[in-house]
């Protein structure tokens, strides 16, 4: 394991600054990710650090040794890092079979052949590949490609592990269940992980801590999963992390109401009058035929384990969503254009400028 430490980073392309006076630490054995929306430069990033970009400025240690320094021009090459990459297209050789795809950086290392077949067959297992070390790509389903990766990246017990949207071309039943492999995988080796991806549902399920960023490659904030979904900074952060509901509201006398109506959508006692905008979860949307505010039922999506609604009140649009056992012991089925009410049952305020600049 090792720490990973950038100290005011910079990178620029023509005139273009992509990575702007970034710094970070992550810990040792931590599983950290950048979670930001394409062309944030968190790919930029994650390639310094493997060595397959030197910064402009700055510097970057992997544990007390420096790799790269921009004043410097010095970069240390990737096969001297002690780091293992996997990549979103997997990477894997279509000629080599499963066994020479991961035992490859050991045969680079000149590994003494009984303990390159012994630590690959291990690793090949460890991926849940056993019996499949004969095979070649082809032969291979998507996720067992990137298997193989993961595995080729492990066999060298790097200290880093650096992972850069790999299960960007999974099915979602792949995606959910290979993040879970990941993190078992990840305690197992005790490596430090960088994880890059826009996929906030990874980044929730993986993640020690999390670093949000925006289009401009700014940092939001920082922390743990639970911190950044539950206590966001601003409303960029709480859109960012999941679905999410933005209401306008006039808040008079601690009691707030629906912008432009005279619905009363909360009387929480807020300290300040004047605009605000509350937000809140589909699950947080609260579904009656008889209690909260009138809300016409635009349409209807069946998924499974719970029913998505999207809702009209007057002017602004709500998402919905309900437990399908619960729709179905209530009886709160509805059609679209029929009537309902409903009530918040938890709600963020936010400043109504800042929030209207974010979400817009």
């Known amino acids: 394991m090792a720490q990973i430490v950038l100290k005011n980073i910079w990178k620029s392309y023509g005139k273009k600054d992509v990575v702007k006076d970034f710094s970070m630490t992550i810990d040792d054995g931590e599983c950290f990710t950048f979670l930001g929306p394409s062309g944030c430069g968190k790919t930029v990033i994650l390639r310094m650090i493997a060595g397959f970009e030197r910064p402009d400025r700055g510097e970057i240690y992997i544990g007390d040794r420096l790799v790269a320094s921009g004043e410097k021009h010095y970069s240390l090459p990737p096969e001297s890092r002690d780091i293992g990459v996997v990549f979103q297209d997997y990477a894997v050789w279509p000629h080599k079979t499963v066994f020479q795809n991961v035992a490859y950086p050991l045969q680079i290392k000149r590994v003494h052949k009984e303990e390159l077949k012994q630590r690959t067959n291990t690793a090949v297992a460890q991926v849940g590949l056993k019996n499949y070390e004969k095979r070649y790509p082809y032969q291979l389903s998507g996720g067992q490609q990137q298997r193989v990766a993961l595995a080729r990246a492990l066999v060298p017990r790097p200290s880093v592990l650096l992972l850069d ?196």
């Open 165 to 360: 949207e790999p299960l960007n071309n999974l099915d979602a039943n792949l995606r959910e269940e290979m993040r879970f492999e990941i993190k078992i995988l990840q305690r197992e080796y005790g490596v430090t992980v960088l994880y890059v991806t826009h996929d906030q549902d990874v980044a929730l399920a993986i993640s020690d801590r999390i670093l949000v960023f925006d289009k401009n490659g700014s940092i939001r904030q920082v922390g743990r999963p639970e911190e950044l979904y539950e206590n966001p900074n601003d409303s960029y952060i709480y859109k960012f992390m999941g679905v999410s509901n933005f209401l306008p509201a006039d808040v008079r006398d601690g009691k707030a109401y629906l912008k432009g109506t005279g619905d009363l959508i909360s009387d929480q006692a807020l300290v300040n009058n004047g605009d605000m905008t509350l937000a809140s979860r589909p699950s947080d949307v609260i579904l009656s035929r008889e209690n909260g505010i009138v809300a016409k039922v635009m349409r209807v999506a069946y998924l499974g384990s719970n029913f998505d609604y999207r809702l009209s009140l007057g002017a602004f649009e709500v998402r919905a969503q309900m437990d399908t056992h619960d729709a179905l012991a209530q009886r709160l089925i509805f059609e679209p254009g029929e009537e309902c009410r409903i009530t918040l049952n938890k709600i963020t305020w936010f400043d109504a400028e800042q929030a209207k600049e974010e979400v817009l």
